[in-house]
């Protein structure tokens, strides 16, 4: 028999943990309940009361409030009366300890974060956000405005408070270690951002994301040419630097403010762009290998507009060698607000503009043909 059959042999032959392990709050509890229903039940044997009278009765004994008895009470009455005021005593005393104590060893609060992690392993398609400064609360309203599910991982008190105040789930955790990044669910997100101020700091999670999920969209933040560099070598798929892209916005403003202001309409309504990669394998595109775009009619039946493609990289140029290893040179072609003449053709790669709804019925149209859709970065 192979060790590990013999480990999974020992695992599944220990006994499950006991209830009172799981739940030492349910001991107090039932104890509790059993006085109060053994006495309710005893009032309305002996002295014929209903079921409100009974637990009336029961609850301004046990709790000592002494209004009056519900009707005059037997011999009887008064023995089960005694019985209630005794077992009440004791196990209320007895369930206010336990309670305080769970309360001190820190059992709830143990409770609250299972709880909390067991919510984090049903998120899925979310956006993992490192940090939540200036750059950090701007990424999560914006992630907010479009119904993206995001959780924040933050180290600040204060930081976590103010995310949690903007209904936000926060993991008050150091982003730069493994185990913090699988718990948030790496391998299930959509894309991480790191947006932390230190450029060191944003390396570290990017180093740490591209290790342990390599197909995982990082966007990562710096602050200089050098730190961009490092972070695309580290495997950041596209580095974002504030003063840079506000620089180029400004500058766009003062040359182009027509152009800006259609991209903030357009970033506020419900149209999306996406990029759609269709498969290299020309089996897979069917009827629509080779056809063109007036051909297909993809925008009357969708509904989205193609703004541009990309065109696989050919092969051009004879092979060369460099160090004992073989290269062809490639090139790829972007064509723009392409024409109706244009043919689709393997690994092409379509940017379109539509709502969810309309590029919902894109997809549905490439079918196969479709192998990946990514938002369009930007």
């Avoid at 009974?54 to 709790?63: A, G, P, Q």
């Avoid at 209904?167 to 955790?173: A, E, H, M, R, Y």
């Avoid at 951002?193 to 390599?214: H, K, T």
């Avoid at 290893?325 to 379509?350: D, K």
Wanted: net charge neutral; glycine share 10%.
């Amino acid at each position: 028999m192979l060790p590990t059959q013999n480990v999974q042999r020992r695992f599944s032959r220990r006994p499950p943990p006991s209830l009172r392990r799981r739940y030492p709050w349910l001991t107090p509890l039932v104890s509790l309940a059993t006085v109060v229903n053994v006495s309710a039940l005893g009032y309305r044997i002996v002295e014929g009361w209903d079921w409100g009278d009974s637990y009336w009765m029961v609850l301004i004994t046990i709790s000592t409030i002494g209004y009056g008895e519900v009707n005059p009470l037997t011999a009887a009455g008064r023995a089960v009366t005694v019985f209630s005021i005794v077992g009440g005593l004791v196990v209320v005393q007895l369930s206010i300890q336990s309670l305080l104590g769970l309360s001190e060893s820190g059992y709830f609060r143990r409770m609250r974060e299972n709880r909390f992690r067991r919510y984090l392993q049903t998120m899925e398609n979310h956006v993992i956000l490192c940090g939540y400064g200036r750059i950090g609360r701007e990424i999560a309203e914006q992630l907010a405005s479009e119904g993206i599910p995001l959780i924040v991982i933050e180290m600040d008190q204060g930081q976590k408070e103010a995310a949690e105040a903007r209904g936000i789930v926060v993991l008050q955790s150091d982003a730069t270690l493994d185990e913090t990044l699988l718990e948030a669910g790496i391998h299930r997100c959509r894309s991480l951002v790191a947006a932390l101020p230190s450029n060191a700091a944003n390396l570290y999670v990017v180093l740490s994301a591209r290790g342990i999920a390599p197909t995982c969209r990082l966007i990562a933040r710096s602050d200089s040419e050098e730190a961009e560099r490092k972070l695309l070598q580290a495997g950041a798929n596209q580095v974002v630097s504030p003063y840079v892209a506000g620089g180029r916005t400004m500058a766009a403003t003062a040359l182009r403010p027509l152009a800006v202001r259609f991209m903030d309409l357009l970033s506020s309504s419900d149209c999306e762009v996406e990029e759609f990669q269709l498969s290299e394998d020309g089996a897979l595109l069917g009827d629509l290998n080779g056809r063109s775009l007036a051909e297909l009619e993809l925008g009357r039946r969708s509904g989205a507009m193609v703004l541009a493609i990309r065109t696989p990289a050919p092969k051009v140029g004879n092979p060369y060698s460099y160090r004992g290893a073989t290269y062809q040179q490639e090139e790829s072609r972007l064509i723009a607000n392409p024409g109706g003449e244009v043919r689709l053709a393997p690994g092409q790669m379509l940017v379109v503009m539509g709502s969810q709804e309309q590029l919902g019925s894109f997809i549905a149209i490439l079918g196969k043909a479709l192998v990946a859709v990514e938002a369009m970065a930007g």
